[in-house]
């Protein structure tokens, strides 16, 4: 038992792990962001994308 808290003391303590909740929580915000943008905005995106490929082929 001593051995397993001493391992998770040193893995606790190294600054090199990083801060995982941090990371998933601005994976998780950007997420919504995109679901939010994409609700408000879809059609208008979608109009646009259209568009824009309708030009490079030559098609308008």
């Known amino acids: ?3 397993l ?3 998770w003391a040193v893995l606790a303590a ?3 792990r990083g ?3 941090g990371w998933v929580m601005i994976t998780l915000m950007t ?3 995109v679901v939010l ?3 408000l905005a879809g059609d208008a ?3 646009v994308f259209e568009t824009a490929i309708e030009r ?3 098609g308008g």
Do not use: H, K, N, T
């Open 1 to 3: 038992m001593r051995s």
């Open 5 to 7: 808290r001493r391992r």
């Open 14 to 16: 190294d600054p090199e």
């Open 19 to 21: 801060d995982v909740p």
């Open 31 to 33: 997420a919504g962001l």
């Open 37 to 39: 943008i994409w609700a």
């Open 45 to 47: 995106l979608q109009q």
């Open 56 to 58: 490079v082929l030559g």
